[in-house]
């Protein structure tokens, strides 16, 4: 799918995050730490990733605007946005991926608090939007371990992306807690 605004973008983010948020929501107190196998990870322990993740992502952002605009790569007001996308991606970004040790959940953080950090960080990447609008984000490049270079807005796209992705696991996670009690009746 083609974005054509910083504006659409971030309708893409908040939107999957309203989504994340209202499934975490529906996890029964006490059933955040249930694991669907051993080697799997618990709602608590996803949601924990994904604030490591997207507070890792806002400092990239941050440090790739600061070059943008100490180097002078603003945008045009009158040049039109170029379509973004993460499509050619998209068979890489449906691998299984082991998280490593830098972003991977120490499963220590109560699942409150992964959320306060998720909102902290997605307030912190809102904070940027004025300057993001600025800019020219095809310009600001910075690899991915996946995917290598991706420019800024395809991170902001990343951030939906793994959002979605975390999202499905913590469907299945619910799914399988709710299991046992759907055969028994």
């Not at 997207?54 to 180097?71: D, G, H, M, P, S």
């Not at 975390?166 to 046992?180: F, G, T």
């Amino acid at each position: 799918m083609n974005y054509n605004s910083v504006g659409e973008i971030f309708e893409n983010i908040d939107g999957t995050r309203a989504r994340l948020e209202t499934s975490v929501r529906e996890v029964a107190e006490g059933r955040d730490r249930f694991r669907a196998a051993p080697d799997r990870w618990c709602v608590a322990e996803i949601v924990e990733h994904l604030s490591i993740v997207e507070a890792n992502v806002v400092r990239l952002c941050e440090k790739l605007l600061a070059k943008a605009e100490a180097e002078g790569h603003t945008r045009q007001e009158d040049a039109p946005f170029a379509p973004v996308s993460l499509d050619e991606f998209a068979d890489r970004a449906r691998q299984k991926f082991t998280a490593p040790e830098q972003i991977a959940p120490t499963g220590s953080r109560a699942l409150t608090d992964s959320l306060d950090a998720l909102r902290s960080s997605r307030e912190a990447l809102r904070a940027l939007r004025p300057r993001i609008e600025r800019v020219d984000g095809t310009a600001l490049r910075f690899p991915h371990p996946a995917f290598g270079p991706i420019n800024l807005y395809q991170w902001l796209l990343f951030v939906g992306g793994h959002e979605q992705r975390h999202l499905a696991q913590i469907e299945a996670v619910k799914q399988s807690m709710n299991a046992p009690a759907e055969a028994a009746n």
